[in-house]
């Protein structure tokens, strides 16, 4: 075997993406440029970056929703071209059908599978106990809380074994005591799934307490600032001098770039 077959392959590779928008009647915008960026197996990532910058368009064309208008984006060295079950999106509100109660929301994706119907149902009853909602199968979405919301959209992505698992803000609408639960949460199936996780965030404490690295992007047209490995061990108590010392630099880092973002928004 040579030493490059011992290597560890990126889960997901972006080779100098470009996105442009051409909305109907109105003027190009150019969300990302030049992007780069390795995601390990198993890696814990978050992106940082100012209003607008592209954060939520990149994880969307990792997802297969949405074409690049230049580069590429590669799982486990395969080009991304469409949607696939390997790669689970979950977004702020969690997005399940109302109308679904939430054993069936979560056992959705394995019916489109082709999945027989005793073992997606089976599957969905454990994913819900594995995210603390056994008792909520027959459940609607509408009677439950956000945070509980919010775990059964983990459950659903999870039932299909995803390798790499965005998220896009998740628990943005959450109040800080749900959140931070959530966060602890989202370690746990994290460390268990062994999947590589892309999470989306405006919030630096949030960054600080869930990454492996941070990817600070510059104001839009989006590209990698800066990448910032979080070398804290876990739980990140916010009392630790190092705590702080990250969450300065990240308030700067960000500062420069709101500043521009506003200061190209003024230029329109
Ligand atoms: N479907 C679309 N059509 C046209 N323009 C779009 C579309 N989606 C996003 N954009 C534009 O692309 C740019 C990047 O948007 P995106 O939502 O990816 O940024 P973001 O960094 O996730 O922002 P935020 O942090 O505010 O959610 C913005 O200027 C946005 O208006």
């Known amino acids: ?43 814990f990532v978050v992106l940082l970056g100012p209003s607008g910058c592209g954060k939520s368009t990149l994880l969307y064309m990792i997802a297969g929703l949405e074409g690049a208008s230049g580069g590429s984006i590669e799982q486990d060295g395969i080009p991304v071209t469409q949607p696939s079950a390997e790669r689970g999106l979950i977004f702020q509100d969690a997005s399940l059908f109302p109308w679904l109660t939430i054993a069936d929301n ?42 509980m919301r919010q775990r059964a959209a983990c459950a659903r992505a999870l039932a299909m074994r995803p390798k790499v698992l965005m998220m896009d803000e998740p628990f943005a609408a959450l109040d800080v005591q749900t959140r931070s639960k959530m966060q602890d949460f ?73 500043d521009r973002a506003f200061a190209e928004q003024e230029a329109v």
């Open 186 to 258: 989202l370690l746990q199936i994290w460390r268990d799934s062994g999947a590589s996780v892309i999470l989306v965030t405006h919030s630096i404490d949030e960054a600080i307490s869930l990454a492996d690295r941070v990817v600070v992007f510059t104001a839009r047209p989006g590209r990698v600032k800066t990448i910032v490995p979080i070398d804290l061990p876990r739980p990140r108590p916010s009392r630790d001098p190092r705590y702080h010392e990250y969450r300065d630099l990240f308030t700067e880092l960000l500062a420069d770039e709101v």
């Open 1 to 43: 075997m040579s030493a490059a077959d011992d290597q560890i392959h990126p889960a997901v590779s972006i080779r100098d993406v470009a996105k442009t928008w051409t909305p109907e009647g109105r003027p190009p915008v150019h969300a990302l440029r030049n992007l780069s960026l390795d995601v390990m197996p198993g890696e």
């Open 106 to 147: 979560v056992a959705f994706g394995l019916s489109v599978r082709g999945v027989p119907v005793t073992e997606r149902r089976a599957v969905a009853a454990d994913m819900l106990r594995s995210v603390g909602l056994g008792d909520m199968l027959d459940k609607k979405p509408d009677e439950l809380s956000g945070g």
